[in-house]
């Protein structure tokens, strides 16, 4: 199970887009407080529309109730600081997506923690960064098409459109 894990996420539109990725994936959505908004929040269940209902999502009151419940787990954590690229990494069927807010990314101080863990996704030199939902959406699915997409269809198989 790939695990997406959002510290101090501030945006709830992009918490409830990415809990609609999370839920139609069957990732596991983890929220670090604080949160920038509250979870009953118009624009964030607006954001999840009728998928909350499938989303497995857990808040903690810190990063480090987040390390200690997902113990032997891989991270890797997202930021326009790091070298490596998204796809240089192999993200196994059981790893922690780790992403910032939206207005300041990942401490700096877990990053360089980090380093060997960090990963980016490219965009065009002189742009600040993606949209953080996106940014999940891009990893999740590398995470699973690394992994087959093994997990997502239940028959094992992708949904093909058939005329």
């Known amino acids: 199970m790939f695990h997406v894990v959002l510290v101090e996420p501030e945006i709830p539109q992009n918490a409830g887009n990415i809990a609609r990725t999370c839920a139609a994936t069957g990732c ?7 949160l920038g908004f509250e979870l009953d929040d ?4 607006r954001a999840g529309l009728d998928y909350w209902q499938y989303a497995d999502v857990t808040v903690h009151d810190s ?21 490596k690229c ?7 069927a059981d ?3 780790v992403f910032g807010k939206e207005t300041a990314g990942l401490d700096e101080e877990l990053l ?3 380093r060997e863990s960090c990963l980016r996704i490219p965009m065009r030199d002189g742009l600040r960064s993606l949209n953080l939902s996106n940014c999940v959406a891009v ?3 590398e995470a699973f098409r690394q992994n087959n997409f093994s997990g997502l269809e239940e028959r094992g198989e992708l949904h093909r459109l058939q005329w």
């Open 28 to 34: 596991k959505l983890h929220l670090v407080r604080p």
């Open 112 to 114: 360089v923690a980090n």
């Open 42 to 45: 118009k624009y964030l269940k």
């Open 63 to 83: 990063f480090q109730d987040v390390l200690a419940s997902l113990d032997g787990v891989p991270f890797y954590y997202f930021t326009t600081k790091a070298r």
């Open 95 to 97: 790893c922690a997506l």
């Open 86 to 92: 998204y796809t240089e990494a192999t993200f196994g």
């Open 139 to 141: 990893a999740v699915f």
